[in-house]
């Protein structure tokens, strides 16, 4: 789905690209809803037995950190058609992308792994090659 041409990308996975909410039903499903990041149960039975009881399936919950979510975006969004809007992150997060990460931008730019075209940054063709290490670039630790 990185890699689709024309409008025939997954609109399904455009949900985690754009870093939008999105529910997941079933066992082994993933939601990401108003921050939180839920897995349920994947063995079936357990998950049904936990349906019918009015147990709520789930295995695993992480709440997302600003910090954590500005850093999701980022990655994300670069590795879309679409890149990583400027005017898109500030709106979000209410802060200027630049001030957060504008010494990282500039430094995969000036390597040529990225490009700043109308207000976005996208991948350039070598930085899709090294695409895990410009994504690794925006995990603050």
């Known amino acids: ?38 897995s349920n149960n994947r063995n079936v039975m357990p998950y049904i037995q936990s349906v019918d009881r009015y147990i709520m399936p789930t295995i695993d919950t992480e709440t997302i950190t600003v910090e954590r979510a500005q850093e999701d975006f980022c990655f994300l969004a670069l590795r879309t058609k679409w890149g990583l809007d400027e005017q898109k992150f500030e709106d979000r997060f209410g ?36 695409g895990n290490y410009v994504f690794s670039q925006f995990i603050r630790e």
């Open 1 to 38: 789905s990185n890699f689709a041409k024309g409008n025939s990308y997954s609109r399904h996975n455009l949900k985690y690209w754009h870093y939008i909410d999105y529910l997941g039903f079933g066992a082994g499903a993933h939601s990401f809803y108003d921050g939180i990041r839920r």
């Open 95 to 130: 802060v200027s992308v630049h001030n957060l990460f504008g010494y990282i931008l500039e430094d995969l730019v000036t390597k040529g792994l990225l490009e700043y075209q109308n207000g976005s940054y996208h991948l350039s063709s070598e930085g899709a090659k090294h």
